[in-house]
């Protein structure tokens, strides 16, 4: 049975897995994270995703080094697992200028750079006058957990030296570099964390002393989520039904959701950021925050549901008033619930939009959710 070398997957996808959970759930979000990072258009393409997946991949591929007693079949696993590690540190330096810092030094690479130039990359390397700098050969030795290779070289007056390398000490000295350059990155990470939980911390204190006209575009610029994921939320809508809160229940209702669900949501968010600086390694890992205010939402009720009655859900039905071609569901509604007149009044708010999805439909669609929720209808 053949042995086995490599590098802990595990430990290394962990802090790789952190980094991308760090990435996909707050700099991918928010502003005041992406103003301590490069966050240019090419970012905005979100290539580093892409960049996790590949790195990802490769971890996979030197998890397990499957020594060989042969040379032909050494000599591919020493091609393909030096290309690997050459091509993890290009990553690596690629996430540390993402996050405005030094490329990972010279001292710390060469060694695995070198071996991957002089073997695979350049055997025989000359200067730009052509003159002869050295020559590299992997020889017949390699096979098992060795890797043996000639060298010339013009500092050595072109002697013959023989290397011998264990494949041990090399895929040691990769998993050194990876875990001391993500730990880094991660660092770096939490620490602009830590500065935007003092900015919602600060905006959370004020939520209260703070006129409604300067906290929604304050909202906007340093939690612009929260705005950007709710259509009635958006800072011209919410202000329309602050200025007409006084006209129409369906304005106040607007207003007061927008207000709780800020709150909340700052809330749950700063708690994430904090367990996701924990410094404990038995991080519970969770998927990118959900809508903490879910509007819009469509059911997937069957078409042949029972048509509502007082008391019954009316999931399917509320969900096909939303749908552009509405127009056949208002009447529904409107003869469903004509006795209601503060139903009515939405339907027909609704209807005056004449199909355009504007502030007084999405006012008034959430506010007959609100009606229909109070009569335990939805």
């Known amino acids: 049975m053949e042995a086995q070398i490599g590098i802990d997957k595990d430990k290394i996808l962990s802090l790789s897995k952190k980094l991308r959970d760090g990435w996909n759930r ?21 290539y580093i995703g892409d960049l996790f997946n590949y790195f990802d991949d490769i971890i996979h591929h030197l998890e397990k080094f499957n020594v060989k007693p042969d040379y032909l079949s050494s000599l591919y696993e020493t091609v393909a697992v030096l290309q690997f590690m050459y091509v993890q540190q290009d990553l690596v330096d690629e996430l540390l200028r993402l996050f405005k810092l030094h490329s990972s030094s010279s001292d710390d690479k060469t060694f695995i750079r070198q071996l991957r ?16 700098i050295s020559s590299v050969f992997i020889t017949g030795s390699t096979k098992n957990s060795t890797l043996s290779y000639i060298r010339y070289h ?57 006129p409604f006209e300067r906290l929604v575009p304050w909202v906007n610029k340093v939690f612009e989520t929260y705005s950007n994921n709710f259509i009635l939320f958006s800072p011209e809508n919410i202000l ?14 607007a ?24 410094p404990s390694e038995e ?22 549901d029972i048509k509502p009655r ?19 569901e208002l009447n529904y509604f409107k003869n469903e619930f004509r006795d209601d007149i503060e139903i009515v009044q939405e339907l027909d708010n609704i209807a005056l939009s004449n199909g355009k999805r504007n502030v007084e439909f999405y006012c008034s669609y959430e506010y007959l959710r609100f009606l229909f929720e109070q009569k335990n209808m939805l």
């Not at 130039?117 to 002869?132: F, Q």
């Not at 909340?264 to 904090?274: L, M, R, T």
């Not at 903490?292 to 078409?303: C, H, P, Q, T, W």
């Open 26 to 46: 707050f700099f991918w979000e928010y502003r005041v994270c992406q103003y301590h990072i490069r966050f240019t258009k090419e970012e905005r393409s979100n």
């Open 117 to 132: 130039n002089e073997l695979i990359g350049h055997p025989v390397s000359r200067d730009y006058n052509g003159n002869l």
């Open 154 to 210: 013009k500092d050595n007056d072109y002697k013959h030296d023989l290397i011998m390398l264990k494949w041990e000490k090399i895929f040691e000295r990769h998993e050194k570099y990876l875990e001391f350059y993500l730990t880094t990155i991660l660092h770096k990470m939490q620490g602009i964390l830590l500065h935007f939980v003092t900015v919602l911390s600060n905006l959370q204190g004020n939520f209260s002393k703070t």
């Open 240 to 253: 329309h039904c602050y200025q007409h809160q006084y006209v129409h229940n369906r304005y106040k209702y």
């Open 255 to 278: 207003v007061e959701s927008f207000q709780e669900g800020l709150a909340k949501s700052i809330g749950e968010v700063i708690q994430e950021i904090n367990e996701f600086c924990m």
């Open 283 to 304: 991080i519970n890992y969770k998927e990118p925050l959900e809508n903490i205010v879910e509007f819009v939402s469509y059911s997937e009720s069957s078409e042949n």
């Open 310 to 328: 007082n008391g019954e859900k009316i999931n399917y039905e509320f969900s096909k008033l939303y749908e552009k071609d509405y127009l056949f």
